[in-house]
């Protein structure tokens, strides 16, 4: 099938429909024949509005869940299959040979990116670029990782070996936000320590997977990785179901998590490694560099249009600067152009979700009628796919948009006087993963600083919020993540210290000389990787 599209650039049309008539397990792709879901794009092909036939995805059921799941479990067999026993080098070997494949398909991943989820061309860009940057540092990580165990530790008389193992079966479930790289930041960590995985693609941003599938196929033992689609209902339930996972990898919302999690017979056994929601606030103190603070609150309020977790979703702006603060964030606001992605100089794009303008209307008109004011001329103009970014002022806790993670383009303005009211805010919060921190004295950063890193996880000091750079630790306290994730962290999230030990003597000595002499065993090995 194919599709004509108006006034679009030659490169970013998509004249053929992706079709995604299969999906990934046990080492094939399988054809499907049975009902499948439309994907739509709320990015207009025609003069006359209307949504954009992207293409088909399979509308699995349980059965093929299932089917997925048990591929899963006898790739892993017990911790005895092909993989997880595995050389290191040898794991390295298959993930290399995916991103370079996966490198192929730069220009296919990064215009279903802009199609799908609205991403300007340059942030789509980034994102994969971006992420195979991530797994070439996961790749050299991982075999750091190796080198500091290829070694033999002694204490107490007991001589011991200890490496990281796999866990198990992953269930990994990404966002539709970010759908290649922080799904690919929970996937490639799982694979490459020796789990087996499950993976569904995210609503919004499915399509995009379609390229990489070849590559998963190819560059994997069979049933290491699994690829379906459907409704998470019908098919990640009755995974969770069966007891039979051992990782919830997920990024997404708290409900979505916690009612998988609640699916599992046995919880206790149910590692979690969990990216969720967040309300990060910007503190802009009076003696702030107002430009600087400006043009970040902007970078951390209206990148992808708000629609990150780690966006700043409310400011709160000291009274003495505050009118100052307002006027000029709003005319910088207003100044930021709207198009579709591939637009030179667009940083507003369509929202993905076609409700969303509605519910940002909704977060706007309890706000007003609670006394707060849209403060910038252009703030909730509406078209069929957006809505523009509404400033508004004074924000009060009783309004909606204070409470809800907005998720879009409202941006919500808090005056305070004293310090103590932006932090018991934060300790009251149902999230605490990052807050931006906008002021020059020494004096009273201090003792903030000091506070705030027990209440969030990442001070950003006159900047905005963000993950990066992937090396550092990216997580969240209460609701907002359930361990680590970053390069580094999200190995050791995905993994477990496990080791062989033996008494010190000589009958015990002589049989570990001949384990590493012989090479025989994958696991007891001093060879390094250089």
Same mark, same amino acid.
């Given at each position: 099938m194919t599709s004509t599209f108006v006034n679009i650039p030659e490169q970013f049309q998509i004249k053929n429909l992706v079709d995604q008539n299969t999906y990934l397990v046990d080492g094939a792709l399988i054809p499907w024949r049975g009902e499948t879901s439309k994907v739509y794009s709320t990015i207009s092909s025609t003069e006359d509005y209307k949504p954009t036939l992207l293409g088909t995805i399979p509308t699995l059921g349980k059965k093929e869940a299932i089917r997925a799941l048990d591929s899963a479990v006898s790739a892993y067999n017990k911790g005895q299959g092909l993989w997880p026993t595995m050389k290191v080098v040898d794991r390295i070997a298959c993930m290399e040979k995916f991103v370079e494949q996966m490198k192929t398909k730069r220009e296919e991943v990064v215009k279903l990116l802009m199609w799908e989820i609205g991403k =300007?061309?340059?942030?789509?860009?980034?994102?994969?670029? %971006?992420?195979?940057?991530?797994?070439?540092?996961?790749?050299?990580?991982?075999?750091?990782?190796?080198?500091?165990? #290829?070694?033999?530790?002694?204490s107490s008389g007991v001589n011991a070996h200890i490496r990281r193992g796999p866990l198990g079966v992953v269930l990994c479930l990404g966002p539709y936000n970010y759908p290649l790289n922080e799904t690919f930041a929970l996937l490639i960590p799982a694979l490459i320590m020796g789990n087996t995985a499950i993976f569904k693609p995210a609503k919004?941003?499915?399509?995009?997977?379609?390229?990489?599938?070849?590559?998963? %196929?190819?560059?994997?033992?069979?049933?290491?990785? =699994?690829?379906?689609?459907? %409704?998470? %209902?019908?098919?990640?339930?009755?995974?969770m179901q069966s007891g039979k996972v051992d990782v919830l990898a997920l990024i997404g919302n708290s409900k979505s998590a916690n009612a998988l999690q609640n699916q599992h017979p046995k919880s206790n056994r149910l590692r979690l490694?969990?990216?969720?929601?967040?309300? =990060?606030?910007?503190?802009?103190?009076?003696?702030?560099?107002?430009?600087?603070?400006?043009?970040?609150?902007?970078?951390?309020?209206?990148?992808?249009?708000?629609?990150?977790?780690?966006?700043?979703?409310?400011?709160?702006?000291?009274?003495?600067?505050?009118?100052?603060?307002?006027?000029?964030?709003?005319?910088?606001?207003?100044?930021?152009?709207?198009?579709?992605?591939?637009?030179?100089? #667009?940083?507003?794009?369509?929202?993905?979700?076609?409700?969303?303008?509605?519910?940002?209307?909704?977060?706007?008109?309890?706000?007003?009628?609670?006394? #707060?004011?849209?403060?910038?001329?252009?703030?909730?103009?509406?078209?069929?796919?957006?809505?523009?970014?509404?400033?508004?002022?004074?924000?009060?806790?009783?309004?909606?948009v204070f409470q809800e993670e907005q998720f879009g383009p409202v941006i919500p303005i808090v005056p305070f006087s004293d310090i103590e009211e932006p932090l018991d805010?934060? #300790?009251?919060?149902n999230y605490g993963q990052q807050v931006s921190l906008f002021g020059n004295d020494v004096k009273t950063l201090a003792p903030l600083i000091d506070t705030l890193v027990n209440l969030v996880c990442r001070v950003n000091l006159n900047s905005s919020c963000q993950r990066g750079p992937d090396v550092y630790p990216f997580t969240g306290r209460k609701d907002s993540a359930?361990?680590?994730?970053?390069?580094?962290?999200?190995?050791?999230?995905?993994?477990?210290?496990t080791f062989v030990a033996s008494k010190d003597n000589d009958y015990n000595n002589a049989i570990l000389k001949d384990l590493l002499d012989s090479r025989a065993s994958n696991f007891v090995s001093t060879d390094y990787i250089l």
């Open positions: =300007n061309l340059p942030d789509s860009e980034k994102e994969f670029d %971006r992420t195979v940057e991530y797994i070439y540092d996961t790749i050299e990580d991982y075999k750091q990782m190796d080198r500091d165990s #290829a070694k033999f530790v002694k919004h941003g499915v399509l995009l997977i379609s390229p990489l599938l070849e590559a998963f %196929r190819d560059s994997f033992p069979k049933g290491v990785v =699994n690829i379906i689609y459907g %409704r998470g %209902r019908t098919v990640a339930a009755p995974i490694v969990l990216g969720l929601e967040a309300k =990060n606030p910007a503190i802009v103190l009076p003696d702030a560099d107002l430009d600087l603070a400006i043009d970040e609150c902007i970078a951390g309020t209206t990148s992808f249009n708000g629609q990150r977790c780690t966006a700043l979703k409310v400011l709160y702006v000291h009274e003495d600067i505050v009118e100052e603060f307002n006027k000029r964030f709003s005319a910088k606001v207003d100044a930021l152009k709207f198009g579709n992605p591939w637009e030179d100089g #667009a940083k507003l794009t369509p929202l993905p979700e076609p409700d969303k303008p509605d519910y940002i209307q909704d977060l706007i008109d309890d706000a007003t009628e609670k006394g #707060a004011k849209v403060i910038n001329e252009k703030g909730g103009d509406t078209t069929e796919n957006y809505i523009f970014p509404a400033v508004l002022y004074p924000v009060t806790k009783d309004m909606r805010d934060m #300790a009251e919060s359930v361990a680590t994730l970053s390069v580094h962290d999200a190995l050791r999230s995905f993994s477990i210290r």
